[in-house]
């Protein structure tokens, strides 16, 4: 079996979607070459991958059109005080939150450069009814 070991987000302004995912997850962006940044998102040994940031070679996404990438989806400690950062930030919400029951919260947004990602909150209790 393989696994993703390695992501790329594009970019129509580099340093725009590095301040963009810098102040939402602390994820940093060494430079590798030009036009081509790293993408920190974790110390090293701790599960998880890293990956880069490349300047986008062609138009940008329309808003409404079907996914023709994968999506990555980030740990986050709230889904709720995630998309609200996103909001702050200059991003949008694809898909609000939903529940996926007995495991989590989910939710999809949209970046500065129109990629869309997903934030997800472990939560054993989500979907249930309220007490």
């Known amino acids: 079996m393989h696994r993703v070991v390695h992501f790329d987000i594009h970019a129509d302004d580099p340093e725009r979607a ?45 808003t409404g059109q079907p996914v023709s990438s994968f999506v990555c989806t980030v740990d986050v400690p709230s889904v709720d005080d995630c998309v609200a950062r996103v909001r702050e930030l200059g991003g949008s919400v694809a898909e609000p939150k939903v529940a996926i029951p007995g495991m989590a919260w989910l939710a999809y947004c949209i970046d500065t450069e129109g990629n869309i990602f997903g934030v997800y909150q472990d939560d054993p209790t989500a979907g249930s009814p309220a007490p």
Do not use: D
């Open 18 to 62: 590095m301040r963009f995912y810098g102040e939402l997850f602390g994820w940093t962006f060494p430079p590798y070459f030009p036009n081509y940044w790293g993408v920190v998102t974790g110390e090293e040994g701790t599960p998880g991958i890293s990956g880069g940031l490349a300047m986008r070679r062609g138009p940008r996404p329309e």
